[in-house]
């Protein structure tokens, strides 16, 4: 009675795993069906000058990108190396803490007339002038960084949506859930 049962639960391990060797193959053959098919649609894609403009643009946006985030370092780096010379000057700071000559400048006539004097002793008007293109130069480079990469986003996701169109036009997305 064990001998049989036995006999019986061999039989039944050796066609479960006949079973999975099979379904193993046909797993595998599915597997490089679906990454050949992939590959020739990639290819047609590739040749799609569309699809090329597109991933050159791409390129083009992230190089620029790049360059743009070096400039940026560059231009805080000096902003904090020629800044330190107007911050260290505490009759500058003292002005440019006033808000003087910006319309916002409010004042006492008295002290009014003491800051204009103060501000034509050290040149205030010219160095003001400097500092705040010191200042609004990283702010540019900022901003000019943030639309480059938010313009490379959208060129990525476009460009992934070619290629999931694609990949759906030609059959592939119907093979990969077959795998």
Do not use: C, W
């Not at 000057?89 to 319309?103: C, M, Q, T, W």
């Not at 400097?130 to 990283?138: D, F, G, K, Q, V």
């Amino acid at each position: 009675f064990v001998g049989a049962k036995r006999d019986a639960a061999e039989a039944a391990l050796a066609e479960t795993e006949r079973a999975r060797r099979e379904a193993e193959v046909a797993h595998y053959s599915t597997v490089a069906a679906h990454d050949q098919m992939a590959a020739q649609s990639r290819r047609r894609l590739e040749d799609d000058s569309a699809y090329r403009d597109r991933a050159a643009a791409i390129e083009n946006l992230n190089a620029m990108a790049a360059r743009a985030e070096r400039k940026l370092e560059t231009a805080r780096a000096d902003r904090a190396a020629k800044g330190a010379a107007y911050e260290a000057d505490p009759l500058f700071v003292y002005l440019e803490k006033r808000r003087y000559g910006a319309r916002e400048y409010r004042a006492f006539p008295l002290f009014a007339m003491f800051d204009a004097m103060i501000a034509r002793m050290i040149r205030y008007r010219d160095h003001r002038l400097n500092y705040a293109r010191l200042l609004e130069i990283p702010q540019r480079f900022e901003e000019h960084v943030t639309r480059l990469k938010a313009e490379a986003a959208t060129a990525t996701e476009d460009i992934a949506r070619m290629e999931r169109e694609a990949l759906v036009r030609d059959g592939v997305d119907a093979e990969r859930q077959a795998v």
